[in-house]
């Protein structure tokens, strides 16, 4: 089966400036995450979908960062202005609702690197 | 989530067993303990999970001690394609709650 696509790759971009990156998760999988690895640490949770509903969105800067997930599927994830701190990996992953071996293991994508000068 | 402690580095030769460890002292009942892993440049990857028996898939062993405050990862034969970060994840099964990483084990698997 097709895994979790993200799109750019890659990304640099001057502070103040505005990104966007998109995710495409697992065919069927309802809950969608976002996650951002900073280098030299593990990832941490931005926001998590549940369809197209907000499940968790404690740990976004909600004062720059945005996310949507229209329709339940695919999701963007943007960030305006962008500050140098914000330089990292942003992951997207993916999982069922319900699992029949209730393990809800998460599909994790390639990653979007953000460079911020 | 439990908090997770585990060594920032480990080496292991080629063709020989890697075990990982990791102390989750304050584990509750209901959680489960999980270990994902992270080649360079790729997004983590399950590897496996249980909640207080051994447990053995294709791509490694999980052994979880009886008080279950600390479980060992097994990679009975490792490759160079094992080089990766490990993290040791408790998490309350049964739900689709987010993934709590630490810092994990950088294992590197010499020729």
């Known amino acids: 089966e097709a895994g979790v696509a993200q799109s750019p790759r890659y990304k640099i971009i001057e502070k103040r400036q505005s990104v966007a990156f998109w995710c495409n998760p697992i065919?069927?999988?309802?809950?969608l995450y976002w996650y951002q690895q900073i280098l030299g640490q593990g990832p941490k949770l931005l926001i998590q979908f549940q369809n197209n509903g907000v499940v968790d969105d404690s740990q976004l800067p909600k004062d720059r960062f945005s996310a949507e997930r229209l329709k339940g599927v695919d999701s963007t994830l943007k960030i305006q202005p962008a500050k140098l701190e914000d330089s990292a990996v942003y992951l997207c992953?993916?999982?069922?609702?319900?699992?029949?071996?209730?393990?809800?293991?998460?599909?994790f994508g390639p990653g979007t690197r953000l460079t911020v000068t | 989530d439990a908090k997770t402690t585990q060594p920032p580095s480990m080496d292991c030769a080629e063709g020989r067993a890697a075990n990982l460890p990791c102390n989750h002292s304050t584990i509750s009942g209901n959680e489960y303990v999980y270990w994902y892993r992270q080649i360079h440049s790729q997004g983590p990857q399950y590897i496996i999970h249980g909640l207080k028996n051994n447990e053995t898939n294709e791509m490694a062993s999980l052994i979880i001690t009886e008080d279950r405050k600390s479980s060992t990862l097994i990679l009975p034969h490792a490759t160079l394609r094992d080089t990766a970060v490990y993290y040791c994840?408790?998490?309350?099964?049964?739900?689709?709650?987010?993934?709590?990483f630490g810092s994990g084990t950088q294992l590197t698997v010499l020729p």
């Open positions: 992953a993916s999982s069922l609702i319900a699992a029949r071996d209730k393990r809800y293991e998460q599909y």
């Open positions: 065919s069927g999988h309802a809950t």
């Open positions: 994840i408790v998490r309350v099964a049964g739900s689709a709650r987010q993934l709590t």
